[in-house]
């Protein structure tokens, strides 16, 4: 089964620095429909307006993904982690035990960003951050950004959780596949473009829960970028 949130229904949140779009409830947005897929609990969709950002806050025990979509945030924690991730790129900080940062847009242009936090598998993993690069080449494959399944290959950044976010390019007309294992769902969401996922559409920043399904195919009815979280259902 595959139901599709459309992007111009999804909760938000807005002030004079932050235009958020919330898949998931998040903060005042609150819809029991819309809680999660598996140990998936949020998706943001946020717009950070230049030279502004979130100052120094905690978290504990949640793995969270950011994939910067256009411009780039700079990271500052208090194990003395610090470093800035460009449009493309992917980070990871494992709340764990606890941890407070900060993430700031240092640039002059707005920085577009999905945040995803996934519960994690264990309680009380040590806090931690790391950052890497995605190749946006068109490669026809989804390319694992942060990884803890068991059969995880260690090319990704560690995720503490049976969980994965990947992301592919893929050009007008290709086709990517990814299979799902029984007992697992995914949620996928194009940052740009429009694809269908079994033949069903998904555009733009739309975000769609798979679930009951083994085998995906994800085709770009226009030059797309696309980031799935495959999970425990």
């Not at 949640?62 to 991730?85: C, F, K, P, Q």
């Not at 240092?106 to 519960?119: D, G, K, L, S, Y």
Request: proline residues 5%.
């Amino acid at each position: 089964m595959i139901q599709v949130a459309p992007f111009a229904r999804l909760g938000g949140f807005r002030n004079e620095w932050l235009n958020a779009k919330h898949h998931f409830s998040f903060g005042q947005y609150h819809d029991p429909a819309r809680m999660g897929v598996g140990g998936l609990r949020v998706w943001n969709d946020d717009e950070i307006a230049p030279n502004t950002g979130f100052d120094p806050h905690p978290h504990r025990e949640m793995e969270i993904v950011t994939y910067v979509r256009e411009g780039a945030i700079t990271h500052r924690d208090s194990l003395g982690n610090e470093g800035r991730t460009e449009a493309g790129d992917v980070q990871v900080m494992h709340a764990g035990t606890g941890i407070v940062h900060a993430e700031y847009n240092r640039e002059a242009t707005p920085t577009r960003i999905f945040q995803i936090w996934i519960m994690p598998g264990q309680r009380g993993v040590k806090p931690g951050w790391g950052t890497r690069s995605f190749p946006r080449d068109a490669n026809a494959t989804l390319t694992a950004l942060a990884d803890g399944r068991p059969d995880a290959d260690g090319s990704a950044l560690t995720l503490h959780a049976n969980a994965a976010v990947l992301a592919a390019t893929i050009r007008k007309g290709e086709t990517v596949h990814h299979n799902l294992a029984p007992g697992r769902a995914a949620y996928l969401v194009p940052s740009t473009g429009t694809v269908t996922v079994n033949g069903t559409t998904v555009n733009t920043r739309d975000g769609a829960t798979i679930t009951g399904e083994t085998s995906l195919e994800i085709t770009a009815t226009e030059d797309s970028e696309v980031v799935l979280v495959d999970v425990e259902g």
